[in-house]
């Protein structure tokens, strides 16, 4: 098995687990007890929280919230900032948000708010300009991904920062950095980021364990009420293993971002380029230098992405489209359609993302077996003439 679907999730380090193993066995203990056996879980859960300040570069371990997920971290966020800020009813994202920002505008928008939805331009680059002529001084929140899950195109978030507080500095920014933490290095305390997410099952941790991170002027109400867990903002018994998870998968994965940054990109561009010379379909969806090191996205022209996935998936191979089959109908990536992509490309755009654990041997194997595949697909096409065409150009 070739798994190439690590933006949609990774494998748990062993070295993860390992730590993770005694607070699943042994050391059951609540937490918040104030027994002895309590001891080893409350310290575990500290250090998980030192780990994942060192992490993303924040000033304070009391600024980091544990959560189950990279979801919650952004609807704790949206939510929590926007109930504390009734006065306002402007808010402002982009067009590529996860559905786990784009659905929660959308809920606001529904209760009453004014949203703008900033697009993007044909390589994905959010328009920062279009941002700038949306701010106002009763915009209560800007939500925008550090990275996309999709293209891998990162946004200049600190700069975003920089504009929207020199502009208004009561508005909150909340950034979702699912996609950039453990591929591009975070410094949160030198930007000016109010409140930001991560998500542990795409470092190399276990689902179900994220982190909101929130600077601490920056009021919020909790989304989950009840005990004093989390400073009172989370509550619900820790989970301390998950924890212990993140924190650990939080170190591993800042000691391996040189790796990351040249070795990891190494591959990828090894990938694009094989299946760019060797497919004569392919089409590179976003070819900016400006991504994150994992990530590519390829149109196939002409054919059907679920054909190719389930082709690759014949030989072994994980990869992802961006479609969501949604009531019966294969709907195109929110993405991808942000950008403009044609709709030759659209439905057959497939997303390969590796990992530190992906090896030399796997890029060259998929770049070797992608070619037959293909062929086998377009020769299945209603488009013979467009695809002559294209072969024609490409040689
Ligand atoms: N944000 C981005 C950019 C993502 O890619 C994802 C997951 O794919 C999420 C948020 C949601 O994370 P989780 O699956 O932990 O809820």
């Given at each position: 098995m070739i798994y190439l679907d690590n933006n949609a999730t990774t494998k748990v380090d062993e070295k993860v687990l390992e730590e993770m193993l005694p607070f699943l066995r042994?050391?059951?203990?609540?937490?918040?007890?104030?027994?002895?056996?309590a001891k080893k879980p409350a310290d575990a859960i500290k250090k998980a929280r030192v780990q994942v300040r060192d992490f993303i570069g924040a000033e304070s371990e009391k600024d980091i919230y544990f959560t189950s997920c990279g979801s919650e971290s952004a609807n704790m966020a949206i939510k929590g900032v926007l109930d504390c800020n009734k006065e306002k009813k402007h808010i402002i994202t982009t067009k590529v948000e996860h559905p786990c920002v784009l659905n929660t505008y959308k809920y606001f928008e529904k209760n009453g708010y004014e949203v703008d939805y900033i697009g993007v331009n044909s390589q994905g680059e959010l328009d920062f300009e279009e941002l700038k002529s949306k701010l106002r001084k009763d915009t209560a929140l800007v939500s925008v991904m550090w990275?996309?899950?999709?293209?891998?195109v990162i946004n200049p978030v600190e700069e975003i920062g920089e504009y929207i507080k020199s502009k208004s500095p009561e508005t909150r920014f909340f950034v979702d950095a699912v996609q950039a933490a453990g591929k591009i290095p975070m410094n949160?305390?030198?930007?000016?980021?109010?409140l930001l997410g991560i998500s542990g099952h795409k470092f190399h941790a276990p689902k179900g364990v994220g982190v909101l991170y929130a600077k601490s002027n920056v009021r919020f109400t909790p989304l989950i009420i009840g005990g004093h867990q989390e400073r009172g903002l989370r509550a619900g018994t820790e989970n301390v293993p998950y924890i212990v998870g993140i924190g650990k998968a939080a170190e591993l994965a800042q000691s391996a971002l040189d790796y990351e940054l040249k070795e990891v990109k190494r591959l990828r561009d090894k990938l694009e380029q094989g299946i760019l010379k060797n497919v004569f379909n392919a089409r590179l969806n976003t070819s900016i230098s400006?991504?994150?090191?994992?990530t590519v996205n390829i149109g196939f022209e002409y054919v059907e992405g679920e054909l190719i996935l389930l082709h690759l998936s014949d030989i072994g191979v994980c990869a992802s489209s961006g479609s969501a089959c949604t009531s019966g109908s294969l709907e195109p990536s929110h993405v991808l359609r942000a950008m403009g992509i044609p709709f030759t490309a659209l439905h057959g755009s497939i997303r390969f993302s590796l990992s530190r654990f992906t090896t030399e041997d796997e890029v060259d194997f998929v770049v070797d077996k992608l070619p037959a595949i293909m062929d086998k697909l377009t020769s299945l096409s209603p488009f013979q003439d467009e695809l002559a065409e294209l072969k024609r150009r490409k040689a």
């Open positions: 042994e050391e059951y203990a609540n937490a918040s007890s104030m027994y002895d056996f990275a996309n899950n999709e293209t891998g949160v305390k030198d930007t000016k980021i109010d400006n991504r994150v090191p994992n």
